[in-house]
Nanobody, 124 residues
Framework: QVQLVESGGGLVQAGGSLRLSCAAS????????MGWFRQAPGKEREFVAA????????NYADSMKGRFTISRDNAKNMVYLQMNSLKPEDTAVYYC?????????????????WGQGTQVTVSS
């Protein structure tokens, strides 16, 4: 069993930055891909970014490319999401998740452990 705890969310003005962190416990996640998803009010949860177990490859949703950067530290069992140039439409609850394998899937069905989420609010 894996427990995931996200942190780093908050209120930020448009154009600002936030760095989200996700701490994994229970067992090592170093052999699995990790992903970030988000869910805005009234919308379905959507893919944000993913990183392979080795951090050699990443995958981003088109609207996040160039603004968001996913990274991980396997020694610490951590994954991060650096978010720059934030927009009001980035407002959502952000979730981290552990993939079923070492790749970078975009589908939620390919992830089997999820955190509780952290709220990100971007004001205009």
């Amino acid at each position: 069993q894996v427990q995931l705890v996200e942190s780093g969310g908050g209120l930020v003005q448009a154009g600002g930055s936030l760095r989200l962190s996700c701490a994994a416990s229970g067992r090592t996640v170093s052999r699995y891909g990790m992903g970030w998803f988000r869910q805005a009010p009234g919308k379905e949860r959507e893919f944000v970014a993913a990183i392979t177990w080795s951090a050699t490859s990443t995958n981003y949703a088109d609207s996040m490319k160039g603004r968001f950067t996913i990274s991980r530290d396997n020694a610490k069992n951590m994954v991060y999401l650096q978010m720059n140039s934030l927009k009001p439409e980035d407002t959502a609850v952000y979730y981290c998740a552990v993939a079923r394998y070492g790749g970078v899937p975009r589908s939620q069905g390919e992830y089997n452990y999820w955190g509780q989420g952290t709220q990100v609010t971007v004001s205009s």
